[in-house]
């Protein structure tokens, strides 16, 4: 035996502390730095992306500035009067050469001297008298500005045109070229002001890199893709950046939105998540070493605590032993006012309240012992016992032996429910069995007099009850509620989730409020003991929320609510 006991090893309480402690500590760690890393990789994918969202709205203000600035252009242009007289001039030579010099020329020069950007102002006029003005090549990059005054006879096959001619004009297109040059067009019609006829096609060419400014904030060469869709159609007006839509994936890419304002564009941007986590790695490094220090450190200090902890966790365990035992008269001092300390204060009032709760729940069995002896002297009323032994005599003067049998029979069978061998629950259906007999008696003295039922529920017949809970108030309807020639009584169960409730109902005299209110408050002895016994045991036995509630109105009658829990007790207690 001895042989056996030197070979076993015992790892000290405090070593298993550390190990935990330790793992806790690691798990702690890997916790922190895992959430560490999320949160600084999330910080900076934030930073990130409010750059980028900062430099879509500049680029959203500065195109909605631009193209504000080539509208004013044109209504500008469609609103001077010289300049819609001198497109509808007729005349010779030299009269057309000079309204071209003063009224034409100047009106279309002055806008491309003030706007910031290379711009085509091209005019297509239905004048014929008018002199044709051929800039560069329409087909050619737009690198400078310049304007032209063009037949109106080279677009009239143009599907766009037939467009504009609707009325579907002053709008933004790409026309001719536009889409392959990479540029954008406003068109509108130009109404004269005698005959409101159309007298031509104003057309504003401008490129879409002036529009959108600089591409600082939005780097290619890092994977992020920049275009100017149009909202309308779906159409990808300009693109910057090789990411293609069809291989996009929300995995790979962060996508982000802008609307231009007052106008059909939105401006999309495609930004890699490695371009948002570019810097995550060395983030992970630095992390994982401020980790690995703080764990090695807790290392040390979980030591030296579980050296100096092991001989106050040996006493702690000491005076467990001694409580499980049932011994709760030892106490534990601890010097100093650490967490020891309160542990020793807390197992000190601890066992100061065990010993006073187990003196507390004696004397609370024997006041519940005593409130059963008195709800059963309650309910074995000697009125009543007297009341059926004179009906019962007078039954048996008249000759009447079978009523006198069935009374005894039915008084007997009363009386030894009620007793129940002493037992404190009995199932449900044994309770309305006893109703049911308590019935049987009084219909042999009232004969039809009343009318009496039950619905309740099958599934909570098997219920263990308190006994005498439903009969002193089908008595109390005898005594109390009788109005007119006759009385009917009601009794409903239902289960409601982990409760059951049961119902006793009659249609008698009712009572006012006040007199509801005096049953539950004491003051009034006769009918309200009877309440306030059962009300007191229920609660007594299951709690404060479970009980006797009244609702009468006077001269309507009367629904006693008793509500119990479904409990599952010891067959000793049930009988």
């Not at 600035?69 to 509808?88: G, P, W």
């Not at 990808?236 to 996009?248: P, T």
């Not at 220090?293 to 006493?315: C, D, E, N």
């Not at 006759?486 to 009659?506: F, M, Q, S, Y």
């Amino acid at each position: 035996m001895n042989r056996v006991i030197l070979k076993k090893k015992i790892i000290p309480y405090t070593y298993k502390m550390m190990i935990s402690y330790l793992l806790l500590v690691l798990v702690s760690d890997v916790f922190i730095g895992y959430v560490s890393f999320i949160m600084l990789t999330k910080s900076r994918t934030e930073i990130a992306e409010t750059n980028i969202r900062t430099g879509m709205a500049q680029t959203s203000n500065n195109l909605k500035y631009q193209l504000d600035e080539i509208q004013r252009i044109s209504d500008t242009l469609f609103s001077n009067a010289v300049f819609q007289r001198a497109l509808q001039k007729k005349g010779g030579p030299h009269d057309i050469y000079l309204t071209m010099i003063d009224d034409v020329i100047p009106q279309m020069q002055a806008p491309l001297q003030l706007f910031g950007n290379p711009i085509r102002i091209i005019l297509y006029t239905n004048n014929s008298d008018l002199n044709i003005i051929e800039g560069n090549e329409l087909s050619e990059p737009l690198e400078e500005s310049d304007y032209y005054i063009l037949a109106t006879e080279e677009i009239k096959d143009s599907e766009w045109l037939g467009k504009i001619m609707e009325g579907n004009d002053n709008r933004w297109m790409q026309v001719e070229s536009d889409s392959e040059l990479r540029n954008i067009s406003l068109i509108r019609r130009m109404i004269s002001f005698n005959d409101y006829q159309v007298s031509g096609i104003l057309r504003i060419t401008v490129g879409f890199a002036d529009l959108l400014g600089n591409y600082v904030t939005f780097p290619e060469e890092d994977g992020i893709t920049m275009r100017l869709v149009d909202g309308v159609t779906g159409t990808i007006l300009f693109q910057r950046g090789g990411a293609k839509q069809e291989v996009v994936s929300s995995h790979d890419y962060l996508t982000l939105k802008q609307e231009v304002p007052e106008s059909n564009f939105i401006i999309e941007t495609w930004v890699p998540h490695d371009y948002l986590r570019k810097d995550a790695r060395r983030l992970q490094g630095i992390i994982l070493a401020v980790c690995t220090i703080s764990f090695l450190v807790m290392v040390l200090v979980g030591f030296l605590v579980a050296r100096i902890s092991g001989r106050k966790i040996r006493k702690i365990i000491s005076l467990v032993h001694t409580f499980e035992n049932g011994s709760f008269e030892k106490r534990l001092r601890f010097s100093g006012n650490d967490e020891f300390s309160r542990i020793a204060d807390a197992f000190n009032v601890m066992a100061a309240n065990i010993q006073e709760l187990i003196s507390n729940v004696y004397i609370l069995g024997i006041k519940r012992n005593q409130a059963e002896l008195d709800a059963l002297q309650a309910q074995i009323n000697p009125h009543f016992l007297y009341n059926s032994l004179s009906t019962i005599s007078s039954l048996a003067n008249l000759g009447e032996t079978r009523q006198v049998t069935e009374m005894v029979k039915g008084l007997s069978k009363f009386y030894r429910l009620t007793l129940n061998q002493g037992k404190v629950l009995i199932p449900l259906r044994k309770e309305l069995e006893q109703v049911e007999m308590y019935m049987n008696i009084q219909k042999v003295k009232y004969v039809d007099a009343f009318t009496f039922n039950k619905d309740v529920d099958p599934e909570i017949l098997d219920v263990p009850v308190i006994k005498l809970i439903l009969q002193p108030f089908v008595e109390n309807v005898f005594k109390h509620a009788w109005f007119g020639d006759t009385i009917a009584i009601h009794i409903t169960g239902r289960k409601l989730g982990n409760r059951i409730e049961l119902k006793v109902i009659d249609n008698g005299v009712g009572m006012r409020p006040e007199t509801v209110q005096s049953m539950f408050s004491g003051t009034r002895q006769e009918g309200g003991y009877g309440l306030q016994n059962v009300n007191e045991r229920i609660k007594l036995r299951y709690g404060q929320e479970y009980g006797i509630e009244i609702g009468s109105v006077f001269g309507a009658g009367t629904t006693v609510r008793i509500l119990l829990p479904i409990e599952q007790s010891s067959d000793m207690e049930i009988g």
